[in-house]
């Protein structure tokens, strides 16, 4: 019986533990990712337990868990000091918890999964798949390799995961394409000791004005030092730019 081989387009988290559990099934896997380098963007981010479910599951919790940070709920603080929001894992369970992780960590994680399968998974680095021809027996991606050369193969399925701004995905799969009307700017500094490390802050000024500290633990190459993430709505940065402005 023919072994199925699967192409994934996007070397990003859904892609990486999607090639790692395809592998774990028996399944050829071929990678296909734009970027030369894998170069994590982003800062931290909190992985819920469902997603901690597919981590375990994948066989890396325990490597997760040591360099990223236990998270036991959310503090939401308004201007007063009064809490808007005090929630807590333990409500909905003893045993459940959330993940605070750097993105680069994340990324370790994952390929730590992916290398698990090395004889099942190829990796092709800058490959820009610019189009996709499926027929009943095979779909096709064509677009160029890490050269510009023209590149043409077939594969049984094809899973597209190369972010939210895809041109890869059918016209009628998308419902919504514009762009979120809020944005972040955003920082990764040394743990915070001034707050519970187990927390994620936040700190509210009506509804446009938020500013969160969020535990990341630690990256790969520096397992040491812990770190948050600080975060900054963007609404917040235009309230501010537009006041600034009007008193010049």
């Known amino acids: 019986m023919k072994t199925l081989h699967f192409a994934i387009i996007g070397a990003g988290t859904a892609g990486l533990a999607t090639a790692a559990l395809l592998a774990r099934q028996g399944f050829q896997v071929s990678i296909f990712e734009k970027a030369q380098h894998l170069d994590p ?3 931290g981010l909190l992985l819920q337990p469902a997603g901690l479910a597919v981590f375990e599951h994948l066989g890396v919790l325990e490597h997760a868990c040591q360099l990223g940070a236990k998270v036991t709920g ?14 807590h894992y333990h409500e909905a369970g003893n045993h459940y ?9 994340l990324c370790h994680v994952l390929q730590t999964a992916v290398n698990q399968h090395r004889d099942a998974i190829t990796w092709y680095m800058g490959y820009d ?10 779909v096709r991606l064509i677009g160029q390799d890490a050269q510009q050369h023209p590149f043409d193969a077939a594969f049984d399925a094809v899973i597209v995961a190369n972010g939210a701004r895809s041109q890869l995905r059918p016209s009628a799969w998308v419902k919504i394409d514009q762009p979120y009307p809020w944005g972040a700017a955003w920082t990764i500094v040394p743990e915070c000791q001034q707050f519970n490390r187990e927390i994620l802050h936040q700190f509210y000024d009506t509804s446009q004005i938020m500013i969160g500290i969020l535990p990341t633990g630690a990256i790969p190459t520096a397992p040491e030092q812990r770190l948050s993430s600080v975060f900054w709505s963007w609404l917040c940065c235009t309230k501010l730019f537009l006041r600034a402005s009007s008193a010049i």
Do not use: K, M, Y
Not at 97 to 105: D, Y
Not at 129 to 138: A, D, M, N, V
């Open 41 to 43: 963007v982003g800062a």
């Open 129 to 138: 798949i610019q189009q996709l021809q499926e027929s009943p027996e095979q």
């Open 97 to 105: 918890t959330g993940l605070g992780i750097h993105r680069a960590t």
């Open 74 to 87: 959310l503090e939401g603080q308004l201007a007063d000091g009064r809490l808007l929001v005090n929630s």
